[in-house]
């Protein structure tokens, strides 16, 4: 958002909450959040309770695309994403909100909970990592949830395993690529994906200590991934070359220090682009790892 939008939002009493803008005007909830088109600057999100004003706010959509204000609108069950274009001069965040407030109103709509729809008591909920509707019902079920899964146990030594086992599937894609002598930071993001995954796969909790588990599993197959890159590139220069004799003669070739200096600049630069890929993928799961052990979902005061 531009200085000015974000002026207005802070003064209309909206919070900035796990990375999005959430706040209330005449009783109706928004969200403001990055837009995933790149022909809006930013999106304005809501829920609507019932189809009764659904034809109300959907013709006022529909001219606020025609006049460019807004670049589109996507409409999933009881929930709506509205594209917002900064550069339009004759509408601010203000006079777009105050358009579909005033749509929400004459169709006699109420927010919804993102889960069930109804529109009882409906506020903004957190767990650190996402913000979303939901009315006081869906709140405590899912909270009853979190405590009786913070009792259950944690199976870190399975958790492992899921986690190696994904990391070395995702390192596939790393042993291709470097084969025909490329790396890519998507071969990095693709190990570091499937850890987690396979961490996810066993049913393992996602803790600190589960983070500790895959960036191991990640570094272990990364280190696999570049042994087998190196066997490839030997075997090109002997191609009778097996494994078995590879493995055997690993510590002697590890002992030359030519054959090593050889090495380290291909290494080196496979270790930058698996830690760019991996980057992302790592500090995601790890805001929710570190959310998760605190185990809670609170309401947003507005």
């Not at 409906?122 to 009792?151: H, M, Q, W």
């Amino acid at each position: 958002m531009n200085e000015m939008n974000q002026s207005y939002a802070e003064q209309a009493g909206f919070k900035k909450v796990a990375g999005v803008w959430v706040g209330k005007l005449s009783g109706f909830l928004f969200k403001l959040t990055e837009s995933d088109k790149q022909s809006a600057n930013f999106a304005v999100e809501f829920t609507l309770s019932g189809d009764d004003a659904k034809d109300t706010i959907v013709g006022k959509l529909d001219e606020l695309a025609k006049s460019l204000v807004i670049d589109t609108y996507s409409v999933e069950d009881n929930s709506f994403k509205v594209q917002f274009i900064e550069s339009n001069g004759q509408y601010g965040l203000k006079e777009l909100l105050g358009a579909i407030v005033g749509a929400l109103s004459e169709g006699g709509a109420h927010s919804a909970c993102a889960s069930c729809g109804s529109h009882s008591f409906v506020d903004f909920y957190t767990n650190g990592v996402a913000t979303t509707p939901l009315c006081g019902e869906c709140y405590r079920s899912i909270a009853d949830a979190k405590k009786i899964e913070a009792n259950l146990p944690n199976n870190y030594a399975l958790g492992m395993v899921g986690s190696l086992l994904g990391a070395v599937i995702g390192s596939v894609l790393w042993i291709v690529i470097g084969a025909i002598g490329f790396y890519a930071s998507i071969a990095g993001y693709a190990i570091a994906f499937a850890a987690f995954k396979g961490y996810e796969v066993v049913n393992a909790k996602k803790t600190r200590v589960g983070i500790v588990i895959n960036v191991s599993a990640i570094v272990i197959a990364l280190l696999l991934a570049q042994y087998v890159g190196v066997f490839i590139d030997v075997v090109k220069e002997y191609p009778t070359l097996t494994v078995s004799q590879f493995v055997t003669v690993t510590p002697e070739l590890v002992k030359d220090m030519e054959f090593v200096k050889g090495m380290l600049p291909n290494m080196a630069l496979g270790l930058l682009f698996a830690i760019l890929g991996s980057y992302r993928v790592i500090k995601n799961n790890y805001q929710q790892a570190n959310h998760a052990d605190k185990n809670t979902v609170e309401r947003v005061s507005l």
